[in-house]
């Protein structure tokens, strides 16, 4: 037999064949395939907001002048602070409002505040801030030295204002206006990527052992090659489906840029595809049920977030969790995403992960076609 | 070739601490329907796994087709059909799709798959049903499926497990008329039954109890051997010695 007819006469194509007519007639699991992670998008999205703004804000003016007025309105132009309309009457109740978590920031403006500006004294205002969430403090923080800043140097007369003998101009680049939505919307593709994927492959091998559909195939000459490549291949077009969803609304709603080549994007994101089915086809061969399956593939939902620089930088992590995040194949997918799509990134700056994830995928798939045995031992 | 079909010596198959199988040696020749007989739990589902490489013996040898199938499975299935208590079928698919599958699977392709899939419907009468889902067949027509995708590859030699649990009279008869057609064509047939009236069928049986064979020879010669008036009457006293022992 020439090696085309033999190619032909492969198991491997009626297995695909299959795997496609199950998927187009299992509707709802397509329309969750797709919607899930699309309504997740949705929620992590609106959610996971890094930047604070409006933190609630309660003013005690005591100076009661168009001086301190000019503070407050410098202050709330910084979009960190919403005031609350009806000011407080006491520091007693400054203080209140801040325990009770009415207010995650106070400004307090002293009574001597306008006397010691126009004695030149250097007149002092107080923002309080609930700083047991750092995140959200740190731009309130932020927030207050720059309105601090832009009124003194609104104040001091203009012959004073000279050159500054040492300045550091920081320059963001690629997200300008640092909206973490920029940076959190990638990620969610990999992350949801490689759950659903994970799960779904697993419970696909796993529902035919449960309904003694597997016995059969067993039996049958097919090589476990043909039989996992059959199941594996249909789940890579959905892969592609779900990847282009999110990045769709990402850009519709959530205006991220699109600033690389999306075709090396997708090429780069085949060996992510695939090594997250081969976990999932790894995942079937170490579960009996379907539950099991899903529970196992959950279980690699929070290294996912947590370890991939997904949320957090991994630069901030010690060592030790540095090594497990590599060893996911989602760090080095993040580094592909973000690269791209924020920094216009191309091959020679991704190269290195697109190798660590064939790598990957290639290693899962021997260890799941390896760990798949035709017994039923 | 030799003549049999299967041919086992010592086969013993242990799960954790109970033994299924113990010193079984069959031999089944080429073109006969051969019965394997015994109570739930008795190992005959095992021991038609173990011939299907479905299961590793845990010492034993055993010949299928003339290949050792313990170190050849795959060149053995090829060879073989297989219908499992559970039918095997994919319920989301239809008559028609589950047929192409398995006999895609075998390696048939185009035209002679389309032929093989149209005798087979024929033969078996499915009709307008070639088009339903096979979820929605009743038991008789599952089972009738069933044994057309283990038989889409004409096999030499083929394993049914119970293949008549649960089925009503008329589908039964239909069933035994195929197996007929193929025994005909000089199939080997291994199954596993408890209907006497089926055993009565088969040219030879063997009777397990736990995992061990207690009684070999075709119907008549059983009957005789254990001066019963049926195969039912010998079963059931065959059962209530070893119990007794």
């Known amino acids: 037999m020439s090696l085309l007819a033999r190619l032909r006469a492969s198991p491997f194509w009626p297995m695909l064949r299959k795997e496609f007519v199950q998927m187009r007639r299992d509707r709802l699991t397509l329309a969750l395939m797709v919607g899930v992670p699309a309504i997740q998008l949705l929620l992590f999205g609106f959610a996971i907001q890094t930047e604070v703004r409006n933190l609630p804000t309660l003013v005690l003016d005591e100076s009661r002048t168009s001086e301190s007025r000019a503070l407050i309105a410098a202050l709330e132009n910084t979009d960190n602070f919403k005031l609350r309309p009806e000011p407080a009457r006491s520091r007693a109740e400054v203080e209140r409002a801040i325990v009770a978590g009415r207010a995650r920031a106070a400004v307090v403006i002293p009574p001597t505040y306008a006397r010691d500006l126009k004695r030149g004294r250097g007149a002092q205002a107080q923002v309080l801030v609930d700083a047991s969430d750092p995140l959200a403090s740190s731009g309130a923080i932020g927030g207050a030295q720059q309105a601090g800043m832009a009124r003194a140097q609104a104040l001091l007369p203009a012959a004073v204002v000279r050159a500054a003998p040492v300045t550091v101009v920081v320059r963001p680049l690629f997200n300008p206006t640092l909206r973490s939505s920029v940076y959190i919307v990638p990620g969610i593709v990999g992350v949801l990527l490689s759950v659903t994927l994970i799960i779904i492959m697993s419970i696909a091998v796993v529902r035919e052992r449960e309904r003694g559909t597997l016995e059969q195939l067993i039996v049958t000459p097919i090589t476990r090659t043909s039989l996992m490549l059959g199941k594996v291949v249909p789940f890579i077009l959905v892969g592609y489906v779900q990847v282009t969803v999110i990045l769709l609304l990402g850009r519709v709603v959530f205006d991220v840029p699109m600033r690389g080549?999306?075709?090396?994007?997708?090429?780069?994101?085949?060996?992510?595809?695939?090594?997250?089915?081969?976990?999932?086809?790894?995942?079937?061969t170490l579960v009996a049920t379907q539950a099991q399956a899903m529970q196992l593939g959950?279980?690699?939902?929070?290294?996912?977030?947590?370890?991939?620089?997904?949320?957090?930088?991994?630069?901030?992590?010690?060592?030790?969790?540095?090594?497990?995040?590599?060893?996911?194949?989602l760090t080095h997918y993040l580094?592909?995403?973000?690269?791209?799509?924020?920094?216009?990134?191309?091959?020679?700056?991704?190269?290195?992960?697109?190798?660590?994830l064939t790598a990957f995928a290639a290693g899962f798939l021997v260890l799941a076609v390896q760990r798949f045995h035709k017994t039923m031992d | 070739?030799?003549?049999?079909?299967?041919?086992?010596?010592?086969?013993?198959?242990?799960?954790?601490?109970?033994?299924?199988?113990?010193?079984?040696?069959?031999a089944v020749h080429r073109g006969e329907v051969f019965g394997l007989l015994g109570p739930n739990g008795s190992g005959k589902t095992t021991t038609i796994r173990i011939l299907t490489g479905l299961l590793h013996p845990t010492s034993g040898s055993a010949e299928v087709v003339g290949i050792d199938?313990?170190?050849?499975?795959?060149?053995?299935?090829?060879?073989?059909?297989?219908?499992?208590?559970?039918?095997?079928?994919?319920?989301?698919?239809?008559?028609?799709?589950?047929?192409r599958f398995y006999g895609g699977l075998y390696g048939l392709r185009g035209r002679p798959l389309q032929a093989r899939i149209d005798e087979l419907a024929g033969e078996l009468g499915f009709g307008g049903r070639i088009g339903q889902m096979a979820g929605t067949l009743s038991g008789g027509w599952k089972q009738r499926l069933a044994l057309a995708c283990a038989t889409a590859h004409r096999p030499d030699l083929l394993f049914l497990d119970e293949p008549t649990a649960g089925v009503d009279p008329a589908a039964r008869q239909q069933f035994w008329e195929h197996i007929g057609r193929l025994r005909a064509r000089g199939t080997t047939i291994l199954l596993t039954t408890h209907y006497m009236d089926e055993a009565e069928r088969c040219e030879r049986l063997v009777f397990l109890s736990?995992?061990?064979?207690?009684?070999e020879g075709s119907p008549a010669e059983i009957t005789r051997q254990f001066g019963a008036p049926t195969l039912e009457?010998?079963?059931i006293a065959l059962q209530k010695e070893v119990e007794a022992a």
């Open chain 1, 261 to 284: 080549s999306l075709l090396l994007l997708y090429a780069a994101t085949l060996p992510f595809i695939f090594a997250s089915l081969a976990i999932g086809l790894l995942v079937s």
């Open chain 1, 298 to 329: 959950f279980l690699f939902l929070l290294p996912n977030i947590l370890l991939s620089g997904f949320m957090f930088p991994r630069e901030a992590m010690p060592p030790p969790a540095q090594w497990i995040g590599a060893a996911i194949p």
């Open chain 1, 335 to 356: 580094e592909i995403l973000r690269g791209v799509l924020l920094r216009d990134a191309g091959l020679w700056a991704v190269w290195r992960q697109i190798g660590i």
């Open chain 2, 1 to 26: 070739m030799n003549g049999a079909a299967i041919r086992t010596t010592g086969l013993r198959k242990v799960f954790g601490s109970r033994v299924a199988v113990e010193g079984l040696d069959l």
């Open chain 2, 69 to 99: 199938v313990v170190r050849e499975p795959e060149r053995v299935r090829t060879r073989i059909g297989y219908m499992s208590q559970r039918f095997g079928l994919y319920d989301d698919l239809t008559v028609l799709e589950n047929l």
């Open chain 2, 210 to 215: 736990a995992g061990r064979l207690i009684a």
């Open chain 2, 233 to 235: 009457a010998v079963f």
